[in-house]
């Protein structure tokens, strides 16, 4: 328990928002650790930090980040696939 409470504290401090807001795929891992996908509430979490480091507005990193969520249908989880969504990131930069 400590050791979560101890990545929520840190995941917070990383993008500058309360701990409170962390979702759980933030701070749990699957067994390999290399899920290419994630909860749209934690890439919600990192728009503003993304869209700083990345020289974007936070509406195109909000647009990109529509764009590559997928899932929500019955019995379906809504994800973020973290690859393709970087993919398509690094295309605005370039």
Do not use: C, W
């Amino acid at each position: 328990m400590r050791e979560i409470a101890a990545r929520r504290a840190a995941i917070a401090a990383f993008n500058d928002v309360p701990a409170s807001e962390v979702p759980a795929d933030a701070v749990t891992a699957s067994a390999s650790g290399l899920d290419p996908d994630i909860s749209p509430a934690y890439a919600q979490l990192q728009v503003a930090r993304v869209a700083r480091a990345r020289g974007l507005s936070g509406d195109a990193v909000e647009k990109l980040l529509t764009a590559h969520t997928s899932g929500g249908g019955y019995l379906s989880q809504t994800i973020v696939n973290v690859v393709e969504l970087n993919l398509a990131l690094d295309r605005q930069e370039g």
